[in-house]
């Protein structure tokens, strides 16, 4: 049997989602909706159920707690500070789907974000941060 190769299995998959009138991620702008709506509901579940304290950006304990290169992104360190990203997350939001970004911006924020936060190691006078900004 002739199987389909996996760009034209996901083609088939996106029409078949269109069809049923459904979203595609693939029609522009959609995933990078995705990705704003899942950092912003995260943004929310974090303040709501976890202590910062837990999941901040620690220079000291990230070698024994590596979570926190991808939580500290999420936490915030007060109620005005996750108001002003989740704002600023929507704005993102609606430039994205605006500017009918393709599938693969969404993606490379996704990989972005981590990178990032890797990248506070190269500055180890910041001992704490939180927060999407």
Known sequence: ???????RRWQCIALRCR????????EPGKAW???CALLAKLSLLVWLIAPAAALDWQVGRIAT????????????LSLLHLAANLSGCAVLALLGWRAALPASAAWAWL???PLTQLGLLLRPELIRYGGLS
């Open 19 to 26: 069809r049923y009138g459904g979203a595609s991620l693939a």
């Open 1 to 7: 049997r002739w199987m389909p190769t996996r760009r």
């Open 33 to 35: 909706l995705l990705v």
């Open 111 to 113: 990989l972005a974000w």
């Open 65 to 76: 707690e590596p979570w926190r290169v991808l939580t500290a992104a999420l936490v915030h």
